[in-house]
């Protein structure tokens, strides 16, 4: 079986009685995938920068063969009228190092990108919020990084833009359909760069 690393932030693990991907992509993968992942929200880019070796350490980490990663809703979440908490130029060199350092740690992977899902922009209520224009922009931002340093990208955005709206649990999580739904496109993504080698 193949050994997987998983780093994300709630639409992985789930968030406010929500389920996240992952369990859905464990159960899709068994008896193909063995998936590792931290116990925690990987949040914003440079917060896994700083924590990924960390990480690593729970994890039979020469034996990965892939890493399926995204950090950006974090990154674009504004608060109390503020900008975004990772500045656009920022979260470009974040991600480069972030890809590094993950080559570094797992040195035997591939790599697979997941550009951040959508938001239901209507639905936010308090001091934060994020907006699509902002996901869209830092999307492009990463597609440029990973297309540059050769890593693999999974348009999550696009698949989630497709889904009803009764999928979406509230102005960023998703039901078990929505959850369901992104861990088949992430396996079936994950398993073509298997089945090709990396």
Known sequence: MKQIFL??????MGSQGTTGYEPFLRQKSLGAWVCHSPQENCQF???ALRHVHQW???CPAG???LVIFNCGLWDVLRMFGD????P??????MLRRLVVRLR???PRAALLFLT????????????SRRTNDDIRQYNAIARSVMEELGVAVLDLFAVAQAFPLAWRHDHVHYTDAGSQALADAIFAAGTAILNTGG
Do not use: K
Not at 7 to 12: A, N
């Open 45 to 47: 880019a440079q917060y």
């Open 104 to 106: 570094l740690l797992f």
């Open 7 to 12: 780093l994300g932030d709630s639409i992985r």
């Open 116 to 127: 951040s899902t959508p938001t239901v922009e209507a639905r936010y209520t308090g001091p």
């Open 63 to 65: 034996e990965i063969g």
């Open 83 to 86: 900008d975004p908490l990772t």
């Open 88 to 93: 656009p130029e920022v979260y470009g060199l």
């Open 56 to 58: 690593a350490e729970g």
